[in-house]
Every structure is written in C-alpha cells, then in structure tokens.
C-alpha cells in the first residue's frame, strides 16, 4: 500500500528555515518522479518542486528559486524540502506526491508551515 507521511512543518520567523520531510512507503522513490506542493489558505494547490528519478531538480514558483531545494534520500526513500529564508508568503500546508496520485486525488495529510513573526 502506498503511504507517504510529510513532517517536518512548523511556526518559523520571516528569514528562517525548515526541512520538511517525505517518508514513503510501498513504492520506491528513486524510481519514481516526485513533487512537493503547497497549499495556502484559500488559494489552488501549486506544485513547488520537483524531482526526477534520475536526480534532476526543477522549482516551479518564482517565488521560491534560489530558497528552496529538493532532494532525496534512497536508503530512507524518503524525498525532502529545504527551505531557506522563508517568508510569511511561504505560509501553507506542504504536500509530497507523486503526479500521478495528484492526478487521482490521493494526498497525505501534509504539514504545516506558519511563517510569522
């Protein structure tokens, strides 16, 4: 059964930084491609970060290039999300997936990130 569990979330202060986490399980991640996405209180889910099995990285909003990273772990098969000099405009609920569970409607329960002083 495929399950993946973010964590990692927090309240942080404008400037600060967090390492969000994605623990997966029933797939491998170094096989797969995978995505962290947001959510921000009543706005889409948009994709933030991407990475592919063959270790390429991609960052999808502006907003976060040059302040966000993904990376992996296969001996954990878990995916990560460095992110550096967070903004209250980072706020959101963070999500990691694969495009084709987003594309059917499977989501973890995210975590959350609060950006606040």
């Known amino acids: 059964q495929v399950q993946l569990v973010e964590s990692g979330g927090g309240l942080v202060q404008p400037g600060g930084s967090l390492r969000l986490s994605c623990a997966a399980s029933?797939?491998?991640?170094?096989?797969?491609?995978m995505n962290w996405y947001r959510q921000a209180p009543g706005k889409e889910r948009e994709l933030v970060a991407t990475i592919t099995s063959a270790g390429d990285t991609y960052n999808y909003v502006d907003f976060v290039k040059g302040r966000f990273t993904i990376s992996r772990d296969n001996a954990e098969n878990a995916v990560y999300l460095q992110m550096n000099s967070l903004k209250p405009e980072d706020t959101a609920k963070y999500y990691c997936n694969t495009p084709r569970r987003a594309a059917e409607g499977y989501w973890g329960q995210g975590t959350q990130v609060t950006v606040s002083s």
């Open positions: 029933g797939f491998t991640v170094s096989r797969s491609v």
